[in-house]
């Protein structure tokens, strides 16, 4: 069964290395989600632009926000706003999930998105709040035991926080 390590990482360059270290690891571009808090007003990843954004209602290029090398390595990477949250960044499986949950009206805005891709409730409403305060989710999406362990590893070696292992609900 396929399921997915989720973890907090504090800062852009935690979460830089995290994703450096999968990416090192083997893991798919894929494979591995990261949502944030758009702050690009901040220039908190103005680097560099390779990224393309998926299509859809709610969500917009990353125009006039520059990501860096590593988080534009992503899947998927793009800008998208979920009614009474406000605009995030996100990338990955997740960055379909939660467009689907924003066009479908976001009844339950993030917690909702994310329950509805395996976290329980309780998690979701964890994650949320670290997430509006700038934190950056990561979640890694696994096939068996030893992909789960080599995550669940690089993610305490980074010392990365809220680490969580979650069965998939499915995620195109």
């Known amino acids: ?8 990482a504090r800062t852009r360059d ?7 270290r999968l990416r090192s ?3 798919s ?11 690009s007003t901040t220039k908190d990843f103005a680097h560099e632009q390779h990224t393309k ?13 520059g990501v860096g090398a590593i988080l534009g390595w992503l899947a998927g990477l793009g800008t998208l706003a979920i009614p009474g949250v406000g605009p995030f960044v996100a990338a990955g499986p997740i960055m379909s999930a939660l467009s689907g949950a ?6 339950g805005g993030l ?3 994310l329950v509805g891709m395996g976290i329980p409730e309780y998690e979701a409403k964890r994650y949320e709040g670290k997430i509006k305060n700038g934190n950056i989710l990561i979640s890694v999406h696994t096939d068996d035991s030893q992909e789960r362990s080599k995550v669940k590893e690089i ?3 980074a010392n990365a926080e809220d680490i969580a292992v979650t069965g998939e609900a499915s995620v195109t």
Do not use: H, W, Y
């Open 53 to 65: 954004a998926p299509e859809g209602a709610t969500t917009g290029g990353v125009t006039g926000m």
């Open 102 to 107: 924003a066009i479908g009206g976001a009844t």
């Open 111 to 113: 917690v909702g998105a």
């Open 1 to 8: 069964m396929e399921k997915a390590v989720f973890c907090i």
């Open 155 to 157: 993610f305490e070696r």
């Open 14 to 20: 935690q979460a830089e290395l995290i994703i450096d």
């Open 25 to 27: 690891a083997g893991f």
């Open 29 to 39: 571009n894929n494979d591995i989600s990261v949502l944030f808090p758009d702050k």
